[in-house]
């Protein structure tokens, strides 16, 4: 069985689509949990009349006060509901028909070779689309330059490979995540450290979701390609020093969650990754080349270096 999370807010223009996509998996075997972050918009009354539907099948929380958005929403999901198998749905996609039954077989494979109490994090390619659902970008990977062979620790803490939407884990990295951390970026990165660190991610090269790119959206896509984008990481460097720094203090806030559960390596990497900031300039350049935390890609690699 698996276990579908839903984190809602003020979704009602496309959450139809979503829902519906579901429905029509090739793959069945699941139940969705949603949380509503309050929504002031008939959200939740679309959620309730898909749950008059789909009794058995839908179970929805309304958090009338709010959660501080929708990554601690996901969190609060994701600490609550330890199933066999987990995915992550946001409410303004849509999934294709075998999204759920590639990931499950791709899932199956890797448990019957490494076993079943190996916490494992499996996630794949997107369509970016615009709100209409006219492709924008046949593969998010190539728009983005994704490398999604970047799965080491060293790697993650400072540029996350996988969007959440696409991610399926099993119980045995579900049981790890155990608290609200201090700190995260976001839930879905938060996720992949702790896959990096006690098991493993894994992909598949495909195409499973439309991910539509709208107004609304808290992240999106962008060309890496385009002239626009190279100028903007390397003029922009306020905003790329403080995505830098916000990756400090997640790794900190990792080390305080899991200090007891990481290997000695793992530790001493990690504090020496969180002691880059209180470094002179040339002190942070030569850290950061000699743990290999650098971005992929020339473009983020020069900016990394430019502004840490």
């Known amino acids: 069985m698996i276990a579908i999370l839903m984190a809602t807010y003020n979704g009602e223009t496309y959450l139809k689509e979503q829902l519906d996509s579901l429905f029509k998996q090739t793959y069945q075997d699941f139940k969705i949990y949603v949380s509503d972050d309050a929504s002031t918009d008939a959200t939740y009354s679309i959620l309730l009349n898909y749950q008059k539907k789909y009794p058995e099948r839908i179970y929805l929380c309304q958090n009338k006060a709010g959660s501080h958005g929708a990554k601690h929403n996901f969190m609060q999901l994701m600490m609550q509901?330890?199933?066999?198998?987990?995915?992550?749905?946001?409410?303004?996609?849509?999934?294709?028909?075998?999204?759920?039954?590639?990931?499950?077989?791709?899932?199956?494979?890797?448990?019957?070779?490494?076993?079943?109490?190996?916490?494992?994090?499996?996630?794949?390619?997107?369509?970016?689309?615009?709100?209409?659902?006219?492709?924008?970008?046949?593969?998010?990977?190539?728009?983005?330059?994704?490398?999604?062979?970047?799965?080491?620790?060293?790697?993650?803490?400072?540029?996350?490979?996988?969007?959440g939407c696409t991610a399926l884990y099993n119980y045995a990295l579900a049981k790890l995540l155990v608290s609200d951390p201090p700190y995260m970026i976001m839930h879905d990165w938060w996720l992949v450290l702790v896959a990096s660190a006690f098991g493993m991610v894994d992909h598949i090269d495909e195409q499973t979701i439309l991910y539509r790119q709208h107004g609304n959206n808290v992240i999106g896509a962008k060309n890496v390609h385009t002239i626009q984008y190279i100028i903007q990481k390397l003029t922009h460097w306020n905003g790329m020093k403080q995505a830098i720094n916000e990756t400090y203090q997640q790794a900190e806030s990792f080390l305080e969650v899991y200090r007891n559960q990481l290997t000695p390596e793992q530790i001493v990497f990690l504090e020496n990754y969180c002691a880059i900031p209180g470094k002179n300039k040339l002190g942070r350049v030569l850290s950061v080349c000699k743990l290999g935390t650098l971005k992929c890609g020339l473009t983020r690699k020069i900016a990394n270096l430019m502004v840490v």
């Open 81 to 163: 509901h330890k199933a066999q198998y987990v995915m992550l749905c946001d409410q303004d996609d849509v999934w294709k028909p075998r999204k759920i039954e590639l990931t499950m077989k791709k899932m199956h494979q890797l448990e019957e070779k490494y076993g079943e109490s190996t916490p494992i994090l499996i996630h794949t390619d997107l369509e970016v689309v615009n709100q209409s659902l006219q492709t924008v970008s046949p593969s998010f990977k190539k728009a983005m330059s994704a490398n999604y062979s970047r799965t080491h620790l060293r790697q993650i803490v400072i540029q996350n490979i996988v969007t």
